[in-house]
């Protein structure tokens, strides 16, 4: 038996709703604006469907091309369900993602921004566009600088025709992530965006203190993640 079939997911994804009712209640919020995503990627059918069936309806996936493999089939039978892109996304592959999600979290460079907008005015849909902050500076990782975003967010508009309804950031590993959170949320404040895609399994609580409206949460509602 996987670790999939003996995790109990809708067990998990009820603990995950209570921990963001209670996160909520704690920072004078309320609940019904945080929305959870649940971090599907690496998962099958198998596991997603529990979800689906505890009225779960937001999921998140790292690759386009495991997206477009697996997805269609179960959107086919729940056509109300909302995919967000949470993984970096190369410009050659702007196409698939448009067509594939309703939101993209790591819009972080003006060759993805030029790509991103040549197909949604191709394919006439408007997925919800997050721009990435790397706050860490980590080189490994993805996203604009904290002290170019800026720049960037103003660029997305006035270059590329982009609306950009929100930010998303990664905290580093090794680091406390409050600072960061705390950092992606003045950014957006400045630049009048209302969205924060904030927070992991680990720290989402942290997340909605600083006013996340999207969690991102994985291994606490599927358990651990197969090793692919």
Same mark, same amino acid.
């Given at each position: ?29 309320d ?41 269609? %089939?179960?959107? !086919?039978?729940?056509?109300? @369900?909302? #995919?967000?892109?949470? +993984? ?5 592959? &702007? ?81 406390a ?7 992606? %949320?003045?950014i !957006?404040?400045r630049?009048? @965006?209302? #969205?924060?895609?904030? +927070? ?5 609580? &942290?997340?909605?203190?600083?006013g996340?409206?999207h ?14």
């Amino acid at each position: 038996m996987s670790e999939t079939e003996t995790h109990d997911i809708a067990a998990g994804l009820s603990e995950v709703r209570a921990r963001i009712a209670a996160a909520c209640r704690e920072a004078g919020r309320d609940p019904a604006s945080v929305a959870l995503i649940a971090v599907s990627k690496t998962f099958g059918a198998d596991a997603i469907a529990p979800a689906i069936a505890a009225g779960q309806r937001v999921f998140g996936e790292n690759r386009v091309q495991e997206t477009r493999a697996k997805w269609p %089939a179960i959107r !086919a039978h729940h056509p109300d @369900l909302s #995919l967000h892109l949470i +993984g970096p996304l190369q410009s050659n592959k &702007a196409k698939d993602a448009v067509a594939l999600f309703d939101a993209i979290h790591s819009v972080d460079r003006p060759s993805l921004c030029e790509a991103l907008a040549k197909e949604i005015q191709k394919q006439g849909r408007s997925p919800l566009l997050f721009a990435q902050i790397n706050t860490g500076a980590e080189p490994q990782k993805a996203g604009i600088l904290p002290e170019d975003a800026d720049a960037f967010l103003r660029s997305c508009t006035a270059d590329y025709g982009l609306t950009i309804s929100g930010l998303m950031c990664i905290p580093p590993f090794d680091e406390a992530p409050a600072p960061h959170f705390a950092l992606t %949320a003045k950014i !957006a404040a400045r630049n009048g @965006l209302k #969205l924060l895609s904030m +927070g992991m399994s680990t720290d989402f609580e &942290a997340a909605i203190a600083f006013g996340a409206t999207h969690v991102r949460v994985g291994s606490a509602i599927f358990g651990t993640r197969p090793q692919h």
